[in-house]
């Protein structure tokens, strides 16, 4: 009955997305293909999960159709509706940025890789280690690795990620010239591997992927194919990359192993295992937040779980003596066991319904600013996107901003990009200026 469902909810969200917005990659388009795309296939023989309650199913439908109200009044109109064109835009002095946001993040890693080598001895001591490495790194003991300095210099790394992402896809140099922009990718490969973590080279590669997504909105029907073919070699990149952590964490053998048992087809091999991990990795979290409902005491947070870097801060800075609030959870079953919840946890917890019905509606909202409104430099809309993007896909996990390093980095991103506008470093005389697209069509919801 639910697969009948999730498929009906699904083709619905195409035939909306292709005949009334005329766009399938905007935020909203995105989130239902990722969303009722993922609770159909949990209704696919792959793996015994349990029953997701009919309550959770209410709560997916709710947060949809909250993240579609504002969205209906942006409807695309090619008649009445007057397009704006991208600013000139100083290429150069955008590359430079990159440049020096690149050289000073490489800088920060090396010196954290220090001091994860000094507090573990070596090398070798790490990689023969690796789950220890991670539980004391991911601070469920409260070991603080490195110096608090080196923890707030690393997400200057979004900065370099999201000018390098736009470059990536925006920059009209020769295509062998822009390996160059793919290096924070690299580099936060190398800053995961040292605690054996996947979540910002995950924060990262959204990012990459959904300034793709935008430019898709530049492009004409005839390059249109081509950038589709981009976005699956990217989505394709991003997953080995994603995966290779896991599989050097694990020694080299298989992984997967541990859902054998609630598997419906057999077999030992490192293609089945590797595909058990990426589909439980993306799905069990639905059915996690199933679990997380109906078993909910009603004790809210009102604000805690959502904004915790912000009462954090608030806590070390200000002396407030407030609760900890924990975001490593705890574990269900599905039925193997997770702790990731989706983002809708930290919603509900906060302010229940209400929570599920204004987070959404909240993304909604700044969306449609984005293609309503109009910025004196429209970089700043690519910058506000792809904060949105980042929440919508990482979503399917846990609130992305409900984490230091990722508010941190989107915050000094905009800040450094405002600045930019602001004195005027990314305008250009006419001759060092770019036109991004044929028809300067600004983004399209």
């Known amino acids: 009955m639910l697969f009948l469902i999730f498929f009906i909810a699904l083709v619905f969200h195409l035939m909306l997305c292709n005949f009334y917005f005329r766009s399938f990659t905007s935020p909203f388009s995105i989130y239902g293909i990722i969303w009722f795309g993922l609770l159909l296939t949990t209704q696919l023989p792959i793996i015994k999960y349990n029953n997701i309650s009919s309550i959770a199913v209410l709560i997916y439908f709710l947060a949809y159709f909250a993240f579609l109200l504002p969205n209906l009044f942006g409807k695309y109109n090619a008649k009445s509706e007057s397009f704006q064109s991208f600013k000139t835009i100083n290429f150069i002095r955008l590359r430079r940025i990159a440049r020096v946001c690149t050289w000073f993040y490489l800088l920060i890693i090396l010196i954290y890789w220090f001091f994860v080598i000094k507090y573990f001895g070596s090398i070798s001591f790490i990689f023969s280690h690796p789950f220890y490495v991670r539980s004391v790194s991911t601070g469920a003991n409260g070991v603080q690795i490195a110096p608090i300095y080196v923890n707030y210099s690393l997400p200057i790394g979004y900065t370099a990620a999201g000018v390098c992402a736009f470059l990536l896809w925006f920059d009209k140099i020769k295509a062998r010239k822009k390996i160059k922009y793919l290096i924070p990718m690299a580099l936060v490969f190398v800053q995961d591997l040292a605690t054996f973590s996947r979540m910002a080279t995950i924060f990262f590669a959204i990012i990459y992927i959904c300034t793709l997504f935008i430019k898709l909105n530049f492009v004409t029907k005839r390059e249109r194919g081509r950038y589709i073919r981009f976005l699956f070699l990217a989505v394709l990149s991003a997953i080995v990359l994603i995966m290779l952590t896991k599989i050097i964490r694990s020694n080299g053998t298989d992984f997967g192993t541990e859902y054998d048992e609630f598997a419906y087809f057999k077999g030992d091999n490192f293609i089945k295992s590797t595909f058990l991990h990426l589909y439980t990795y993306t799905t069990g979290s639905f059915v996690a937040f ?43 079953s599905v039925p193997y066991d997770t702790n990731v919840y989706t983002f809708l946890r930290e919603a509900y917890t906060d302010f229940g319904i209400f929570g599920i019905i204004l987070t959404p509606l909240f993304l ?72 991004v697209g044929n028809d300067n069509k600004l983004y399209n919801c």
């Open 290 to 332: 199933s679990n997380f409902v109906d078993s909910f005491d009603s004790n809210f947070t009102f604000g805690y779980a959502q904004f915790l870097p912000m009462f954090n801060f608030l806590n070390r800075f200000l002396g407030l003596n407030m609760e900890h609030y924990n975001l490593v959870y705890e574990f269900t």
């Open 364 to 435: 909604g909202i700044v969306a449609l600013v984005c293609k309503k409104c109009r910025f004196k430099n429209p970089y700043v809309k690519v910058v506000l996107l792809q904060y949105i993007y980042l929440y919508v896909i990482f979503g399917i996990f846990y609130t992305p901003y409900s984490q230091g390093g990722p508010v941190i980095g989107m915050l000094v991103y905009f800040i450094i990009i405002l600045c930019c506008m602001k004195s005027k470093v990314l305008y250009s005389a006419k001759k060092n200026s770019i036109k």
